[in-house]
């Protein structure tokens, strides 16, 4: 089957659904599709919430530039950096205009939380579920949008380019363009043409591609596979990130359940089991140091202490305040026999974000013409090295807007692709064999954590990359023989994101920001 859409959106996040709300109008038709539901997406589980400066009296601009940079380990590119920090209010605005809510004090400013890295007190949120309610306010906003048509549970598996054509299209070729996309409906199991004359990649991170993740099952980093693919610029993957406070509960780790940081900037300690504090040891701002410091030195106590986790300690805290501002932390930890106002909480670093991605300018354009990407899956140069806490959600927000401005600007002058064939599964048969696969992502899982991890070292590194390339030339194989199913594509692509990450690490030969390599080490202490 063939659609046509003016804009095709793949994701249902905050990037998508921004993007979309602003594009859609009676002349343009829009197609936002999501790989499960409209909900399942990592904007809903995101609990700390937005940086934005908003009290202009103790804050500005900036303030914040300088803690983005810092955090970034000055890698970040300053324009990009520019950009979200002065945008980043009128992007708030936008949020609260589509019906999400923000947690305001009795004068009716905002009532702003502090994370690590922030100089300022500017994390705006509504309680710790601050995603959750973003999620909603735009689903609500998009469901009553006449011109949005959104599509769920429609799995993106190739863009269409010249490629498809049957031109050869190489990293070389100038004005590769993007058609649209090629999507596998699950009600029929047939992959059908989405043709479009602007297509928006807003599809996440890549957290699923390791063990322990606070990232739900959507985030084998599709997106930025499929736009690596198609021969568009993959830049800055060695940068991942982990949380350092994932809540550590055996049989919860796909995902693990998010401690926000917000928690320490409200003044909880990181201890050892025994109560012991260790955070002097490794950086000056203890608890609150930039999340890197702290994972990596949360990594470092566990190994030395052969522990399986350490602790977040909050039982100094009123008990009264410490549940009005957590509420779900509070019941989700008694649900597992955690009170936090009375016992420690069992924490340990686990992945969280993806800093690089497909390159895009200020305008959110790709190396590809007519492909635009927003949110975690792009690279805007805003993160660097690092993320600074609570900039992605924002991050999303600004660029979906300077995607809209642009595309709105130029989508007129594009026609759609009408030469495009349909995608041609002749000769494959059923996979029957999904052990396979299962396999495979879970070996996948394993050569990152143990090998890509928040700790590595060329010896690492070389191993993963031989392990990768053995899934990738079997995976490839299966992948000719066999009908398109999401779990194939799925386990393509994490192979794809995961051989990124491995290669870019491998080519960075420094220790900075996030990527930590024993072979070229950084700090005075030594996190092995
Ligand atoms: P997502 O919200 O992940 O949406 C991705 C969408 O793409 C989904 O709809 C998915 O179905 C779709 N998709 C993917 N692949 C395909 C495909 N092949 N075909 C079709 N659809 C596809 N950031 C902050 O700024 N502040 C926070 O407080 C914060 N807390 C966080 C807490 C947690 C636990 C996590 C996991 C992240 C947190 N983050 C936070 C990061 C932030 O939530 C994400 O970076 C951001 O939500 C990403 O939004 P997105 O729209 O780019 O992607
Ligand atoms: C958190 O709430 O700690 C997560 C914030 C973020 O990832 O930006």
């Given at each position: 089957?063939?659609?046509?859409?003016?804009?095709?959106?793949?994701?249902?996040?905050?990037?998508?659904?921004?993007?979309?709300?602003?594009?859609?109008?009676?002349?343009?038709?829009?197609?936002?599709?999501?790989?499960?539901?409209?909900?399942?997406?990592?904007?809903?589980?995101?609990?700390?919430?937005?940086?934005?400066?908003?009290?202009?009296?103790?804050?500005?601009?900036?303030?914040?530039?300088?803690?983005?940079?810092?955090?970034?380990?000055?890698?970040?590119?300053?324009?990009?950096?520019?950009?979200?920090?002065?945008?980043?209010?009128?992007?708030?605005?936008?949020?609260?205009?589509?019906?999400?809510?923000?947690?305001?004090?009795?004068?009716?400013?905002?009532?702003?939380?502090?994370?690590?890295?922030?100089?300022?007190?500017?994390?705006?949120?509504?309680?710790?579920?601050?995603?959750?309610?973003?999620?909603?306010?735009?689903?609500?906003?998009?469901?009553?949008?006449?011109?949005?048509?959104?599509?769920?549970?429609?799995?993106?598996?190739?863009?269409?380019?010249?490629?498809?054509?049957?031109?050869?299209?190489?990293?070389?070729?100038?004005?590769?363009?993007?058609?649209?996309?090629?999507?596998?409906?699950?009600?029929?199991?047939?992959?059908?043409?989405?043709?479009?004359?602007?297509?928006?990649?807003?599809?996440?991170?890549?957290?699923?591609?390791?063990?322990?993740?606070?990232?739900?099952?959507?985030?084998?980093?599709?997106?930025?596979?499929?736009?690596?693919?198609?021969?568009?610029?993959?830049?800055?993957?060695?940068?991942?990130?982990?949380?350092?406070?994932?809540?550590?509960?055996?049989?919860?780790?796909?995902?693990?359940?998010?401690?926000?940081?917000?928690?320490?900037?409200?003044?909880?300690?990181?201890?050892?089991p025994n109560g012991e504090e260790f955070m002097q040891k490794y950086d000056k701002r203890l608890s609150l140091a930039p999340r890197d410091i702290v994972a990596r030195a949360i990594d470092k106590e566990m190994k030395m202490h052969g522990l399986d986790h350490v602790c977040l300690d909050v039982?100094?805290?009123?008990?009264?305040?410490?549940?009005?501002?957590?509420?779900?932390?509070?019941?989700?930890?008694?649900?597992?026999?955690?009170?936090?106002?009375?016992?420690?909480?069992?924490?340990?670093?686990?992945?969280?974000?993806?800093?690089?991605?497909?390159?895009?300018?200020?305008?959110?354009?790709?190396?590809?013409?007519?492909?635009?990407?927003?949110?975690?899956?792009?690279?805007?140069?805003?993160?660097?090295?690092?993320?600074?806490?609570?900039?992605?959600?924002?991050?999303?927000?600004?660029?979906?807007?300077?995607?809209?401005?642009?595309?709105?600007?130029?989508?007129?002058?594009?026609?759609?692709?009408?030469?495009?064939?349909?995608?041609?599964?002749?000769?494959?048969?059923?996979?029957?064999?999904?052990?396979?696969?299962?396999?495979?992502?879970?070996?996948?899982?394993?050569?990152?954590?143990?090998?890509?991890?928040?700790?590595?070292?060329?010896?690492?590194?070389?191993?993963?990359?031989?392990?990768?390339?053995?899934?990738?030339?079997?995976?490839?194989?299966?992948?000719?023989?066999?009908?398109?199913?999401?779990?194939?594509?799925?386990?393509?692509?994490?192979?794809?994101?995961?051989?990124?990450?491995?290669?870019?690490?491998?080519?960075?030969?420094?220790?900075?920001?996030?990527?930590?390599?024993?072979?070229?080490?950084?700090?005075?202490?030594?996190?092995?």
């Amino acid at each position: 089957m063939i659609r046509k859409f003016d804009y095709l959106v793949i994701g249902s996040g905050v990037a998508g659904m921004s993007f979309a709300l602003q594009v859609a109008d009676s002349r343009h038709k829009v197609a936002l599709l999501c790989k499960t539901t409209i909900d399942e997406a990592n904007t809903a589980k995101a609990q700390g919430g937005v940086a934005a400066v908003t009290d202009r009296v103790k804050d500005n601009f900036e303030k914040h530039i300088k803690d983005t940079m810092i955090a970034g380990d000055y890698i970040s590119d300053p324009k990009a950096v520019e950009q979200v920090v002065k945008k980043a209010p009128e992007g708030i605005q936008r949020l609260v205009d589509w019906g999400v809510r923000f947690d305001c004090k009795e004068d009716g400013s905002y009532d702003l939380h502090r994370e690590g890295g922030h100089s300022e007190f500017r994390i705006l949120h509504h309680a710790d579920d601050s995603g959750f309610e973003i999620q909603r306010g735009l689903i609500e906003a998009v469901r009553q949008h006449p011109d949005i048509k959104v599509f769920e549970n429609h799995f993106a598996v190739e863009i269409i380019t010249q490629h498809h054509l049957g031109i050869e299209v190489t990293r070389r070729t100038p004005d590769i363009e993007c058609y649209g996309a090629y999507v596998l409906d699950p009600d029929t199991g047939k992959v059908d043409t989405f043709l479009s004359k602007v297509t928006l990649l807003a599809t996440g991170g890549i957290g699923a591609i390791y063990k322990t993740t606070t990232n739900p099952d959507i985030a084998t980093g599709d997106g930025i596979a499929m736009a690596y693919r198609a021969k568009a610029t993959v830049q800055d993957m060695e940068f991942v990130q982990f949380h350092p406070t994932a809540l550590f509960h055996p049989g919860e780790t796909h995902p693990a359940y998010l401690i926000t940081e917000a928690m320490r900037g409200y003044g909880g300690i990181l201890r050892l089991p025994n109560g012991e504090e260790f955070m002097q040891k490794y950086d000056k701002r203890l608890s609150l140091a930039p999340r890197d410091i702290v994972a990596r030195a949360i990594d470092k106590e566990m190994k030395m202490h052969g522990l399986d986790h350490v602790c977040l300690d909050v039982t100094h805290k009123d008990a009264e305040q410490t549940k009005m501002h957590f509420p779900n932390i509070y019941n989700k930890c008694l649900s597992i026999g955690i009170d936090i106002t009375k016992d420690y909480i069992p924490v340990c670093p686990s992945a969280h974000y993806l800093c690089g991605g497909i390159k895009v300018d200020l305008n959110a354009q790709t190396s590809i013409k007519r492909l635009y990407a927003v949110g975690e899956c792009s690279c805007t140069g805003l993160h660097g090295g690092n993320r600074l806490a609570s900039n992605s959600l924002i991050e999303a927000v600004v660029y979906a807007d300077a995607a809209a401005r642009h595309v709105m600007q130029n989508a007129d002058g594009y026609t759609f692709n009408t030469k495009i064939p349909e995608w041609n599964d002749d000769g494959t048969m059923t996979n029957e064999e999904k052990v396979l696969i299962a396999q495979d992502m879970r070996e996948v899982e394993q050569i990152m954590s143990n090998y890509v991890g928040i700790v590595r070292s060329d010896l690492r590194l070389h191993r993963a990359w031989q392990r990768l390339d053995l899934l990738y030339e079997e995976t490839e194989e299966l992948f000719k023989r066999v009908k398109a199913t999401k779990d194939i594509c799925e386990l393509r692509n994490a192979i794809n994101v995961a051989y990124l990450v491995t290669r870019q690490a491998i080519e960075r030969k420094e220790s900075r920001g996030l990527h930590y390599t024993l072979d070229y080490p950084k700090h005075a202490y030594d996190f092995k």
